[in-house]
């Protein structure tokens, strides 16, 4: 499959996923699905623990606005590459219907679902 964008793939790394209960930074983005979200992160968080975040986007003229808001519970973690880091797996359990085609658009301009 070719991708569109190669030089965009690497851009993931500073979009950042702010929890908005506390206004902090919580991670970053590693990937994102219609189905949830995964948080790199150096932070502690609380397996089944329900996180109201912020996903920073990709500037691009392809995605229609530059975060989306979402609820989410935590359903896994495990260590990064990185062992200052953890892989945190997260369900959306409230997202806006559309947000969903954000989604699309986000997942299609960074190669995820490949």
Known sequence: MHNTHPSRRH?????EIIDRDTQTLLGHLGDLSKEGVLIITDKPLKMNGI???????????????PYIDV?????????????????????????DPEDLYVIDDVSEVLGFNE
């Open 51 to 65: 996180y109201n975040i912020r996903i920073q986007l990709p500037e691009d003229e392809d995605i229609s606005k």
């Open 11 to 15: 851009l993931f790394l500073y979009l």
């Open 71 to 95: 609820k989410v519970e935590v359903r896994w973690e495990k260590p990064d590459i990185n062992p200052a880091l953890q892989l945190v797996g997260c369900h959306f359990i409230e997202i």
